[in-house]
């Protein structure tokens, strides 16, 4: 069984910074990839970064410059480091992992992140 627990999020202003974190725990395969997933009202989920155990990473458009993704292997842990936040990041965010080669998806239960204008 695997968990993850997300922690971070909140409220921020306009041009400000949050930092999400995740951690895993469970049977974490050596081969896998974790990231953050974001679902504003009435719209799909949708990829904002992810990062394979190698390092290699993989940004949305729209957060490329403001956004930095990063992980701890040794504690399964992935975080991200928000800058320069706009309201139009206002999202429910999600710590996802593709565990093993069969790419078993794990959600973390979710963060609220609000940014006022």
């Known amino acids: 069984q695997v968990q993850l627990v997300e922690s971070g999020g909140g409220l921020a202003q306009a041009g400000g910074s949050l930092r999400l974190s995740c951690a895993a725990s469970g049977s974490i395969s050596s081969i896998n990839t974790m990231g953050w997933y974001r679902q504003a009202p009435g719209t799909q989920r949708e990829l904002v970064a992810d990062s394979t155990r190698g390092g290699s990473t993989n940004y949305a458009e729209s957060v490329k410059g403001r956004f930095t993704i990063s992980r701890d292997n040794d504690k399964n842990a992935v975080y991200l480091q928000m800058n320069s936040l706009k309201p139009g990041d206002t999202a429910v965010y999600y710590c996802?992992?593709?565990?093993?080669?069969?790419?078993?998806?794990?959600w973390g239960q979710g963060t609220q992140v609000t940014v006022s204008s």
């Open positions: 996802n992992l593709q565990n093993g080669l069969l790419r078993a998806n794990y």
